[in-house]
C-alpha cells in the first residue's frame, strides 16, 4: 500500500480549483476511437473517504479485457486533499487514485471510473481529469445521472439514451441487465461514446455495474478499514 501527501501547490480553494479545471478541459481529446472492446488491458479505479479520520483510500484493479479476469491491482491511502464541494470531487480523489495507478505492476490500459468525464456541470469529471493528467484512455460509468436528463432506455440489456443538458449530449444511459435501472457512461479522454458504451457492456456480463468497479470498490473498502484500523 502506498502511502500519499497533498502534492504541493494542490489547490486549496474552490476559485482555483475551477481555474485548474478550466485550463485542463482543453486538452481533453475527443476525435480517437479508443481502444478495441474486450481487447488488451482494462483498469477500474475507486476511493474510499473516512472523513471523521480524513483518510482516502483508492484501489485500481487491472483486467485481461477478454477473460475478466484480474491481472493486477495496487492501492494508496492518503489524506482527504480537498474539501466536498458538488462538481468538484475530483481534487479530493486524484492524489491517491494516481499513485494507485502508478503502483501498478503494468500498463493499466482503457482506465474506468466510478464516476464522470463529460457528463459534468463543467464538462471535466474524474475520467476528464485524470485523462488528461496521465494520457490514457478513460471513460466514466456512474450510478446516477448527476443533474442531466434522460428517456429511459428499452427495456432488453444494451439499449441505450441519450444523456442530456438541455440538448447537447453528455452521455448515455446504457442497459447493462434487462428491465434493470441503466447506467451512465460518459467519455473522459481519448475514446468515442459508442466505444465507452461497448466497454460497459463487455465489462458487465452478469451485474449492472462494470467487474472493473466491482472490484476496485471492494478493494478500496479494504484498504480503508486496514489503513484507519485502531484509530477508534
Known sequence: MTTVPIPAGWPATEEQARAVQDELR????LDEPGPLPGSGRVTGVDVAYDDERDVVAAAAVVLDGATLEVVAEATAVGRVSFPYVPGLLAFRELPTVLAALDALPVPPGLVVCDGYGLAHPRRFGLAGHLGVLTGLPTIGVAKNPFTFSYDDPAPARGSGS???SGTEEVGRALRTRDAVKPVFVSVGHR???DNACAHTLALTPAYRIPETTRRADALCRRA?????????
Do not use: H, N
Open 26 to 29: 482543453e486538452r481533453v481529446v
Open 162 to 164: 441519450p444523456l442530456l
Open 224 to 232: 480503508l478499514r486496514e489503513a484507519t484500523k485502531g484509530d477508534g
Open 191 to 193: 475514446v468515442s461514446l
